[in-house]
Structures are given as structure tokens and as C-alpha cells.
């Protein structure tokens, strides 16, 4: 076998093996997935009519302008998982084994990420599946159902690599838990929850030039069949640094630690 089918072997039993531990600890997954479906219920029918005129509609235009930040939420909580998944195999010895065996060590990470972004499309679809339930329609067609998939997995991939580095980096699972809590904060701080024109003038500029705002713009345009315009080529700008970053941090954490 050449080399790359070995990573691919080894990658697809280290999947298997994280697909197994989400299996017996499902808690994880309810809890990534219940608190987006919180905020979602909070923010329709509690703030929802409030919200909703203020953007000069009701109750259900404001579930059709919030679903997006709250998918982008549940891709920021559900890769939150990766990192602590990571730390309690960087902290537990599991790597000390694996390190006396003859696999890549590439799928070692791999199998993260791969487990990772099943978890996470997983959420994403029983989330939007609640919003469709308290009235959320969507008038996007094929194309844009396609679109909005794609963006959806590219954000997804990019967030898991750098969650992985995050959970490399932390000294234990307790720190891991905590480090992407920035995440899961920046759609407020953007056009997810209330239009950035509404907000004052420093936090303004940074709402609009954030990561958050031009993803949850574009899946909001791609959902609701609205156009775009530069959001899209930003969003898909941001998805592509962020991978990079997390892949070459992650790696170079991965290699270090290997070599101790």
C-alpha cells in the first residue's frame, strides 16, 4: 500500500473511533444542539415581535432575518466540542499510544475533523429543522439550497481545524471548554441578531468587518434567495484564512507535542 492509502486507512479508523465516542457520550452532542435551539425559541417568540418591527416586520421576518446567525451559532458551539475532544486525548495518554504505533500521524487529526464536521452538519440540519417548524421559509431555490450547503461546510471545516489548534493549545479539557466562547459571541456582535446600522459608530466598524457579518450575510442572501453582492467572495476570504491558520497552527502544535 502506498503511503497515502495508509493515512487514508488509518484516518478512516481514527473517524470510526470518534464517531464511536460521540456515540456513548451523546450528552455532548444534545448540549452543542440544545443551546442554539434555546436562543432560536428565545429570540422569536420572546423578542421576536420587538426585534421583528424593529426591522419594519413581525414575529416571522424576524425568524427569517435571525436563522442565519443561529446556524452560524450552531457551527461556532458544535466545533466548541473538537477542541475538547482534542485536550482530553492530548491530556489522557492516548497519544502516548499511538505514538508506539505503526500509523500516520496525520489521522490522528483527520479522524477530528472528519467526526467533527459529521457532528456539526448533523446539528446544523436539526436546527434548521426546528426553525422551519416555528415558521422559518426560506425562498431560496436548488442553486441557492446548494450554495448555502457548501458556504455552510466550508465555515464548518474551517472552524473545526481551528478549534483543533485550540484544543492543542490548552493545558487541559476545563481550558478547552472556555477558549471558543469568542466564537459563539461574534454573531452578536455582528449583523446576526439586529442590523449593524442600528449599533453605535465604534461598534459599527467592527460589526461590519468582522468574519461573522459577511458569512451570515451571505447564507442569509443564499436562504432567502436575496442577492450577495460582496459578501459572498468576503465570507468565502475569511473560510479560507481561518482553515489555513487552524491547519498550520494545529500542525505545528501536533508535531511538536509528537516529538516530546
Given at each position: 500500500m502506498?503511503?497515502?492509502?495508509?493515512?487514508?486507512?488509518?484516518?478512516t479508523?481514527?473517524?470510526?473511533?470518534?464517531?464511536?465516542r460521540?456515540?456513548r457520550?451523546?450528552?455532548?452532542?444534545?448540549?452543542?444542539?440544545g443551546?442554539?435551539?434555546?436562543?432560536l425559541?428565545?429570540?422569536?417568540y420572546?423578542?421576536g415581535g420587538?426585534?421583528?418591527?424593529?426591522i419594519g416586520?413581525?414575529?416571522?421576518?424576524?425568524?427569517?432575518?435571525v436563522?442565519?446567525?443561529?446556524?452560524?451559532?450552531?457551527?461556532?458551539a458544535?466545533?466548541?466540542g473538537?477542541?475538547i475532544?482534542?485536550?482530553m486525548?492530548?491530556t489522557?495518554?492516548?497519544?502516548d499510544?499511538?505514538?508506539?504505533?505503526?500509523?500516520a500521524?496525520?489521522?490522528?487529526l483527520?479522524?477530528?475533523?472528519?467526526?467533527?464536521?459529521?457532528?456539526?452538519?448533523?446539528?446544523?440540519?436539526?436546527?434548521?429543522?426546528?426553525?422551519?417548524l416555528?415558521g422559518?421559509?426560506?425562498?431560496?431555490g436548488?442553486?441557492?439550497?446548494?450554495?448555502?450547503?457548501?458556504?455552510a461546510?466550508?465555515?464548518?471545516f474551517a472552524?473545526v481545524?481551528?478549534s483543533?489548534?485550540l484544543g492543542l493549545?490548552?493545558?487541559?479539557v476545563?481550558?478547552?471548554?472556555?477558549?471558543g466562547?469568542?466564537?459563539l459571541l461574534?454573531p452578536?456582535?455582528?449583523?446576526?441578531?439586529v442590523?449593524?446600522?442600528?449599533?453605535?459608530?465604534?461598534?459599527?466598524?467592527?460589526?461590519?468587518y468582522?468574519?461573522?457579518?459577511?458569512?451570515?450575510?451571505?447564507?442569509?442572501?443564499?436562504?432567502?434567495g436575496?442577492?450577495?453582492?460582496?459578501?459572498?467572495?468576503l465570507?468565502?476570504?475569511?473560510?479560507v484564512?481561518?482553515a489555513?491558520?487552524?491547519?498550520?497552527?494545529?500542525?505545528r502544535?501536533?508535531n511538536?507535542?509528537?516529538?516530546?
Amino acid at each position: 500500500m502506498t503511503t497515502l492509502s495508509l493515512a487514508m486507512t488509518d484516518s478512516t479508523t481514527m473517524l470510526r473511533r470518534n464517531l464511536r465516542r460521540m456515540a456513548r457520550y451523546p450528552s455532548m452532542t444534545v448540549t452543542l444542539i440544545g443551546m442554539p435551539v434555546v436562543f432560536l425559541l428565545l429570540f422569536s417568540y420572546v423578542l421576536g415581535g420587538t426585534l421583528g418591527a424593529g426591522i419594519g416586520g413581525g414575529r416571522d421576518q424576524y425568524i427569517a432575518y435571525v436563522t442565519p446567525a443561529i446556524l452560524l451559532m450552531t457551527i461556532s458551539a458544535a466545533v466548541q466540542g473538537t477542541a475538547i475532544s482534542v485536550a482530553m486525548d492530548m491530556t489522557e495518554g492516548i497519544i502516548d499510544r499511538f505514538r508506539t504505533m505503526s500509523i500516520a500521524r496525520v489521522s490522528v487529526l483527520t479522524g477530528h475533523v472528519l467526526g467533527s464536521l459529521i457532528q456539526t452538519m448533523f446539528s446544523v440540519v436539526v436546527v434548521m429543522g426546528v426553525a422551519l417548524l416555528i415558521g422559518f421559509r426560506p425562498s431560496a431555490g436548488p442553486g441557492g439550497w446548494f450554495a448555502a450547503v457548501g458556504l455552510a461546510l466550508l465555515v464548518a471545516f474551517a472552524l473545526v481545524w481551528l478549534s483543533v489548534a485550540l484544543g492543542l493549545v490548552s493545558k487541559g479539557v476545563e481550558s478547552a471548554s472556555n477558549v471558543g466562547m469568542p466564537l459563539l459571541l461574534l454573531p452578536f456582535l455582528g449583523s446576526g441578531f439586529v442590523p449593524t446600522d442600528s449599533m453605535p459608530a465604534a461598534l459599527r466598524w467592527f460589526a461590519e468587518y468582522q468574519p461573522f457579518t459577511p458569512i451570515i450575510e451571505t447564507l442569509r442572501g443564499l436562504l432567502m434567495g436575496t442577492p450577495v453582492g460582496d459578501h459572498l467572495a468576503l465570507a468565502l476570504g475569511w473560510c479560507v484564512l481561518t482553515a489555513l491558520v487552524g491547519y498550520g497552527w494545529a500542525k505545528r502544535l501536533f508535531n511538536r507535542e509528537s516529538t516530546r
